[in-house]
């Protein structure tokens, strides 16, 4: 008498409407916002892991005076565009509709 009951994969019916567009705003502002820290979070701790391969330790002032040659401002800049892809993503996907 155990028998699974089984409901339906896909949601129904058009997408509800929770926000304002004002609220949709600043939701927007603080994603990007968000995405921008973790972009800069990515940046310091992919400078601590190219540090510590030359040097078993380092001090806040190798994290602070590192320069990135130009090959790594390119690899940043492009896991930059990235990230802003991923995060952009459903908007995209709305706009191609």
Known sequence: MNSKIELPRVAKGKKPIYLDERSIDNLMAMIMTLTQEISVLRD??????????????????????????????????????????????????????
């Open 44 to 97: 310091r701790l992919d400078t601590i892991e190219k540090l510590l391969v030359n040097k078993k330790s380092i001090t806040l002032e190798d994290i602070e005076t590192f320069e990135p040659d130009d090959d790594l401002i390119k690899e940043r800049k492009d896991r930059r565009q990235m990230l802003l892809k991923r995060v952009l993503l459903p908007i995209d996907k709305e706009l191609e509709k």
